[in-house]
C-alpha cells in the first residue's frame, strides 16, 4: 500500500459514526494545516468540496469494501463533516467538530481491505473532479497521523 494510501484513507474513514452523534462547540482533532492555497483552490474552494463529497459518496457507496460502511445510508452528516475536516485542513475557514478518529472508529473493525478501498473512491473521485495528484498528496500528508487510529483489525 503506498502512503498517498494510507494518508487519504485516514481521512475518508474519519466520520462514518459520527451520523448519531451532536457536533461538540470546539474542534475535536488537531489536524497539520497545508499552507498552500493552491490546494483548495483546486478543489474549487469550499464549495468545490461539497461537489467533490458528492462524487466521493457516489464512489464510496458502490466500492466492494466501503459499501458495508456507507452503501444504503442517508451520508448527508458524514458528507458535511468531511467538507468541513478538509476545509479545515486546507485553510478554507472551517472548523471540524466532529468526534476525533479513534472515538469515531472504535468499534467499527476497519480493515486494511476496508481502507484501501476507501483510498480507490477517493482517488477516483479526485481524478474525476481534476484535482491534479500532487494537491491530493498535500492533504492527504496532512492526515497522515491519523492512520493508527483507524484501523484496527
Known amino acids: ?8 484513507a485516514a481521512l475518508l474513514l474519519a466520520p462514518v459514526p459520527s451520523l448519531a452523534q451532536a457536533p461538540t462547540a470546539q474542534p475535536t482533532e488537531r489536524y497539520a494545516k497545508v499552507d498552500d492555497p493552491a490546494v483548495l483552490e483546486s478543489f474549487g474552494g469550499v ?11 457516489a464512489e464510496l457507496a458502490v466500492h466492494p469494501q466501503t459499501k458495508p460502511f456507507f452503501g444504503g445510508r442517508d451520508n448527508t452528516r458524514v458528507k458535511q463533516q468531511l467538507v468541513d475536516q478538509f476545509c479545515d485542513i486546507l485553510g478554507g475557514g472551517c472548523i471540524y ?3 476525533t478518529m479513534r472515538d469515531s472508529h472504535r468499534g467499527m473493525g476497519v480493515s486494511m481491505a476496508a481502507f484501501n ?3 480507490e473512491a477517493f482517488q477516483r473521485a479526485a481524478d474525476r473532479h481534476g484535482v ?13 497521523p491519523l492512520y493508527r487510529d483507524i484501523v484496527t483489525r
Open 47 to 57: 464549495e468545490g468540496l461539497r461537489r467533490f463529497m458528492e462524487l466521493f459518496e
Open 1 to 8: 500500500m503506498t502512503l498517498r494510501m494510507v494518508f487519504l
Open 117 to 119: 478501498g476507501l483510498v
Open 97 to 99: 467538530r466532529g468526534q
Open 132 to 144: 491534479p495528484f500532487r494537491y491530493q498528496n498535500k492533504l492527504l500528508a496532512a492526515l497522515a
